[in-house]
């Protein structure tokens, strides 16, 4: 194997392991705004009203620090949803 080929295996190494962890991490986002029900209070004027009282007890939750460790990991990735 020549040095050539080693360096080329190593940029294809990085390459793959970058594009991965950008996946992941492109998921984790994802999996964060549904958590956070981020595309509701992007439409909070237009729900049902019991919905948009769970949502503003949510946001209170939320700005508040009273939400679970999953959600408030959410908000410390992506920020509030509102």
């Keep these: 194997m020549s040095r050539q ?6 940029c294809a190494i990085v390459a793959i392991s970058l594009v991965a962890w950008l996946s ?3 998921l984790q986002i994802a999996g964060c ?3 956070l029900h981020a ?3 992007g439409r909070l004027d237009t729900l049902e009203p019991n919905r948009a009282a769970e949502l503003a007890e ?3 939750q939320l700005v508040d620090g009273g939400a679970n ?3 408030q ?10």
Aim: hydrophobic share 35%; proline share 6%; glycine share 10%.
């Design 73 to 82: 990991a959410c908000v410390a990735r992506i920020g509030l949803p509102f």
């Design 5 to 10: 080929d080693g360096i080329g295996a190593a």
């Design 69 to 71: 460790p999953q959600e």
């Design 58 to 60: 949510f946001k209170r």
């Design 33 to 35: 705004r549904d958590t």
């Design 24 to 26: 992941h991490e492109s």
């Design 39 to 41: 595309d509701e209070f």
